[in-house]
């Protein structure tokens, strides 16, 4: 028979069900909230396993969160960890407080950390299209389904503004065909999207998909890695190093950059920003609006390379 909860720990794991179920979080952000929960409490001297985990929130002092983060800020924990350190141990006591376990009144006199704002770094749209072009790929000594497959993933990416994971997510029966050219995908908190796909990536899938020597099963993954498993994220972020360091471009030109790009580029041709926000999947239009402050930058810095008295 398995030993029962310890009581300490049974609120921990109610407030994640409501996180995870009411709230819909992923579960990277449940596994970072749940580590920051527990290394607060580490330093409180208690952990959720002790019969006194729960009872050292119960009457907690704003200097109690202040030495906790100042701790952290001394190892070199930068600005958005910490943020985010904060953000989980505010979501925990307030769930705590409406159970009426403990007091989250210090949490109204703590503020969080200043945040730099980091504008997001597309590829200009000439390198973003040699970025997702399979001829850039000639001389790789892979084999022509797995060049052919990542060309595909990258495709997505750029053309359609996809996330990795939502790019990888992808089973056989949702892919794009030449009779469908549009894609329903699972985004961040479990949310799906209808979104269009354009021709080019719809033809890089198929030419994939000719070429991949496994047998594509119609609900398992569209992406298959070199030993017929579903394809890693790694894979992507390892071609990605290739093909920047082949034409001379930035660290910042991630896999994600590419999405990035798709929204900056849409951005600039005149694309509408409740639109873009629709295809990137942006809960908030102020994540989306982000992008302005790209397309602007974007133009100030061509307008000084090119205008004659700049």
């Not at 409406?98 to 945040?115: Q, T, Y």
């Not at 209808?194 to 890089?204: E, K, L, N």
């Amino acid at each position: 028979m398995s030993a029962s909860p310890n009581p300490s720990s049974r609120p921990f794991l109610a407030w994640q069900r409501h996180l995870s179920g009411e709230r819909r979080l992923s579960p990277k952000t449940l596994e970072a909230y749940g580590r920051d929960v527990r290394q607060f409490l580490a330093w409180l001297g208690a952990t959720l396993e002790d019969d006194d985990g729960v009872d050292k929130l119960r009457d907690l002092k704003p200097a109690d969160l202040r030495g906790f983060m100042a701790s952290r800020r001394a190892d070199d924990v930068g600005s958005r960890s910490l943020m985010r350190s904060l953000a989980g141990i505010r979501s925990f006591l307030r769930f705590l407080e409406k159970e009426g376990l403990a007091d989250a009144s210090a949490l109204s006199v703590i503020r969080g950390p200043k945040l730099g704002r980091l504008l997001p770094k597309p590829v200009a749209p000439s390198m973003a299209k040699r970025l997702v072009d399979p001829s850039e790929r000639e001389g790789d000594t892979r084999e022509p389904w797995i060049l052919a497959r990542d060309a595909a993933v990258m495709t997505l990416l750029y053309g359609c503004g996809l996330r990795i994971s939502e790019a990888l997510g992808l089973t056989v029966e949702d892919a794009p065909t030449s009779t469908r050219d549009t894609v329903r995908v699972l985004g961040k908190g479990g949310k799906t999207r209808i979104v269009p796909v354009i021709a080019p990536a719809i033809t890089a899938i198929e030419t994939y998909r000719a070429q991949c020597p496994y047998d594509l099963e119609p609900k398992g993954p569209l992406f298959l890695g070199a030993r017929g498993g579903k394809l890693s994220p790694r894979i992507i972020q390892l071609t990605m190093e290739r093909l920047r360091g082949g034409l001379g471009l930035p660290d910042s030109a991630t896999p994600h950059a590419l999405r990035h790009s798709f929204a900056t580029h849409l951005l600039s041709r005149g694309g509408d920003l409740r639109a873009i926000q629709e295809l990137l999947g942006h809960a908030s239009l102020s994540t989306t609006q982000i992008y302005t402050e790209v397309d602007g930058a974007m133009l100030l810095k061509a307008f000084d390379a090119a205008h004659p008295r700049a």
